[in-house]
């Protein structure tokens, strides 16, 4: 990891937090050279996986596009960006894929509905009429 200001190849981790529900990583790391500290967050790339849609075509997942579908359902709601991707992460982490797998959309489609009815019932109907 090089550092964010200065790009010394050499950072240290002064604090680490996992959170209970979430499979992301937050590190507080400061730089070796230069002493400016910065947050970097881990998560599973999911990038690989792939989605089978209903037509049997397949898609790469895209947590963009999990996020902006999220974003349309709630609509009203007012949510920051980072809860949305709290959000995000939480569904992700319930995905429970590996970095190969697939996995059908309407399964797919299942775990953002439930994630969003414990949220909000009205985003989740929005959801579902998607
Ligand atoms: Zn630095």
Known sequence: MNCLYCSHNQTNVV?????KTFNHIWRRRSCAQCKQLFTTKEAPD???VRVIKRSGKQEHFSYYK???SID????AATLQGDEIDMLGQN???????TP???????????VVAESLRNYDKKAALRFDSF
């Open 15 to 19: 604090n680490s937090r996992k959170p």
């Open 46 to 48: 999911l990038s690989q």
């Open 66 to 68: 999990l996020l902006r």
């Open 72 to 75: 349309k359902a709630l609509a």
């Open 91 to 97: 569904i992700v982490a319930h995905i429970s894929v």
């Open 100 to 110: 190969k797998s697939t996995i059908y959309s309407s399964q797919l489609h299942k």
